[in-house]
């Protein structure tokens, strides 16, 4: 079983940046990829980045070229760097992984953007 709990959301400027972390509370070298959600209420949940355990990533249209996704395997720790924030990018966001064919969630953190 795997626990992840994410960390970093606040309350930004458009234009600022923010860096979400999830720490795991098992060793990520395991994990085949780990992602990043958001979700909007009301809305479903949409991927935004996913990195595979050899350091691939792929991100959705909107977040490209403004977010990166990166793990850190040493410290169980999955990380999003979030520049120019839009006010559309408000969410909140969820860190997920796979193992043995179980869905693993995180609680989720708030990320607004607002002047």
């Known amino acids: 079983q795997v626990q992840l709990v994410e960390s970093g959301g606040g309350l930004v400027q458009p234009g600022g940046s923010l860096r979400l972390s999830c720490a795991a509370s098992?060793?990520?070298?395991?994990?085949?990829?780990m992602d990043w959600y958001r979700q909007v209420p009301g809305k479903q949940r949409e991927l935004v980045a996913v990195i595979t355990d050899g350091g691939r990533a792929n991100y959705a249209d909107p977040v490209k070229g403004r977010f990166t996704i990166s793990r850190d395997n040493a410290k169980n720790t999955l990380y999003l760097h979030m520049n120019s924030l839009k006010p559309e990018d408000t969410a909140v966001y969820y860190c997920?992984?796979?193992?043995?064919?179980?869905?693993?969630w995180g609680k989720g953190t708030l990320v607004t953007v607002s002047s």
């Open positions: 997920h992984t796979a193992l043995w064919g179980t869905d693993y």
């Open positions: 098992a060793s990520i070298a395991i994990l085949n990829a």
